[in-house]
């Protein structure tokens, strides 16, 4: 855990959020700033920020990141309908929080 990480205070229960699934390795939650109608957040319960520094220790994380993604997916009821999963890296993508997250977007009309 970074003591200045969003993310991390969320996962450690010390700032509130909107939970849509958790297990023992990611959690999910609703973006606060949603960008479509299902706007969620599948955030790994480990602090880890850059896809091009992972490695063979990193598979495990990154496979239980897309398996939470899917369970989202089914929770929210957008699976029939279509969703769009964005890893944003990096300041020049747009990141703001420099812990490792998926956003998923989906219920209707999803932005580019
Ligand atoms: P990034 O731009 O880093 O890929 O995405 C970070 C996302 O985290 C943004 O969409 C932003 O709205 C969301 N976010 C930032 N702070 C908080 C927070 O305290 N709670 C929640 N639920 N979402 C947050």
């Known amino acids: 855990m970074s003591d200045d990480c969003i993310f991390c205070k969320i996962i450690a229960g010390d700032i509130p959020c909107s939970k849509v699934y958790e297990d023992d390795h990611v959690l999910a939650f609703n973006d606060i700033n949603p960008k479509a ?24 994380m990154l496979g239980r990141i897309l398996v939470g993604v899917g369970r989202v997916a ?33 219920g209707g009309s999803v932005p580019t």
């Open 37 to 60: 109608r299902i706007h969620v957040l599948v955030v790994p319960k480990t602090c880890f920020d850059r896809l091009h520094e992972a490695g063979d220790t990193h598979v495990g």
């Open 74 to 106: 089914e929770t929210t009821g957008i699976t029939g309908s279509g969703y769009r999963v964005q890893f944003n890296q990096g300041r020049g993508a747009g990141q703001e929080v420099f812990h490792l997250h998926a956003h998923v977007t989906g």
